[in-house]
């Protein structure tokens, strides 16, 4: 997806919105922190399976694939909001696939640090206007 840096599987994208101080005020706090981890725990247990569907969907899905693209021939040119233009199916499948395999491995190596948010340029609450200017 091409929204801000949601494109790399690199990041903790939502934790360091502006509107999200609510989500850094809550991983400040130990348990919900663990819980998280807890709960990835769980689906990151899934990511192969997960690979798996994407592989058997795109399986399926490949004569209806076929008639889309004789219709809107679009598998050479960007349309937002894809991040990439592959020039073929397989090759979206791939990308997914590839993404979806390496934000696992990102989230495996970070997530024991998720509560340590950089300090917060926006501020802590909903009624702060940001940070103030020199």
């Not at 899905?61 to 219709?71: G, K, M």
């Not at 349309?79 to 791939?94: H, I, K, L, M």
Request: a negative charge.
């Amino acid at each position: 997806m091409d929204y801000e840096s949601s494109r790399y599987p690199e990041g903790w994208y939502v934790r360091d919105m502006r509107w999200a101080w609510y989500l850094r005020a809550l991983l400040r706090q130990p348990a919900f922190a663990e819980m998280v981890r807890q709960r990835w725990a769980v689906l990151g247990a899934q990511v192969p399976q997960l690979l798996g569907y994407v592989r058997a969907a795109a399986g399926a899905l490949d004569e209806a694939q076929r008639r889309n693209f004789v219709r809107w021939p679009i598998l050479e040119q960007y349309v937002w909001p894809n991040s990439v233009v592959t020039g073929s199916y397989a090759g979206e499948v791939d990308f997914l696939r590839d993404w979806l395999y390496r934000r696992a491995q990102w989230i495996d190596d970070n997530i024991p640090w998720i509560e340590q948010t950089s300090d917060d340029p926006y501020g802590g609450g909903p009624s702060d206007s940001g940070p103030a200017d020199d």
